[in-house]
């Protein structure tokens, strides 16, 4: 009797195993402290989007205090545009990982009832494609707390019966407690999966009218599949610039082939898979970082920039780091 007991907790406890070991990613965040504002009080919050539910989100700063921001009435857009407008966002398009800042009054209730809320631009187009990925993992992630609950109670019932037999409890007591041990470790490993933060960030900078790489640019690339290459569940951003002069739309073609070229050079020199590489795009002239109307701001302009994202479940203790821009030092103008 005590012998049957004993294959059939083991047999059950195996399938938890095998359910939980599934790559199953969710965003996960530790308990945090909670800021409590002054009602009427003016404050200015900046941090991470760390959830979100129905005209409220919660954002978390740079030393761990979460503060809870309501959005309704707010005004939400992206930072810069024409005149500085920015591009209006939704309040539902606020995702989990996005960095943002808030402002506003405190409330009765210790929240911020927020008239401006503003993010750049590139964080909030990473925040929105990360995000689409997280969806269905989450989904994934309850199916196997689902399946995890129904097997507990099953270990739970075995332990009972094998208390009950002469010979079987304690044998029954290290078996369930060994199983429980593997289903906290498995949650704890699957709940920082999938989320993603900027390890580091890099730019080089071209010739006039050129899409060719320079040596300063290759050896900063070499830099970045080096950095790369040592993480696991990395993924690399590129995105490609011009200056002003010329056409707009040959501009937004040459801005498209240095982005390319920062690519195949990755891929051809490093081996760095596709899978790991997103879809590149140039911006052309828009989104300058310096001013067109002077030869140095043109050079800063005619740039390439590459973000290296890394899974934070994957990787621990990351920290952002950029690296410094290559300039292959043209004393001509585009």
């Known amino acids: 009797m005590t012998k049957k007991i004993t294959i059939l907790a083991l047999s059950i406890m195996l399938g938890a195993f095998s359910v939980l070991a599934q790559d199953a990613p969710m965003n996960g965040t530790p308990d945090a ?4 504002l002054a ?23 740079s030393v ?3 503060t809870r921001v309501l959005t309704n009435g707010a005004s939400i857009k992206t930072k810069g545009g024409w005149f500085g407008g920015g591009d209006p966002v939704a309040a539902n398009q606020i995702v989990r990982g996005l960095y943002l800042e808030a402002e506003g009054r405190g409330d009765n209730a ?24 997280v969806g269905p993992a989450e989904e994934r992630l309850t199916a196997a707390e689902e399946n995890a609950r129904r097997v507990s109670g099953q270990i739970d019932e075995l332990m009972a019966i094998s208390n009950a ?41 071209f010739r006039v009218n050129s899409a060719v790489l320079s040596p300063e640019a290759k050896a900063s690339l070499d830099e970045v599949a080096s950095a ?35 690519i195949d ?70």
């Open 110 to 133: 210790g929240s911020l009832a927020a008239t401006k809320i503003r993010m750049d631009k590139d964080d909030f187009r990473v925040a929105q494609s990360i995000d689409s990925r």
């Open 33 to 36: 402290q909670t800021r409590n």
């Open 228 to 262: 790369a290459q040592s993480m696991k569940g990395y993924f690399i951003e590129v995105t490609g610039f011009a200056s002003s002069d010329g056409s707009l739309a040959k501009n937004k073609v040459l801005s498209q082939r240095r982005a390319q070229a920062v």
């Open 165 to 205: 037999a002469r010979g079987g409890a304690k044998a029954a007591q290290e078996t369930a407690d060994a199983a429980i041990a593997g289903v906290n470790a498995t949650n704890e490993r699957i709940s920082a999966m999938d989320d993603y933060v900027v390890q580091s960030t890099a730019t080089v900078n």
């Open 265 to 334: 050079y990755l891929v051809e020199n490093h081996n760095v898979p596709l899978r790991r590489v997103g879809n590149s795009y140039g911006f052309g002239e828009l989104q300058a970082v310096a001013d067109n109307s002077t030869r140095e701001g043109r050079e800063q302009n005619r740039r390439v920039e590459i973000k290296l994202l890394v899974n934070r479940g994957l990787n621990q203790n990351v920290e952002v780091r950029s690296s410094a821009s290559t300039d292959p030092g043209t004393s001509n103008e585009e």
């Open 39 to 61: 009602a009427g009080q003016k404050y200015k919050i900046k941090g991470v989007v760390v959830s979100q539910d129905a005209g409220s989100i919660v954002v978390r700063d």
């Open 64 to 66: 761990g205090v979460d």
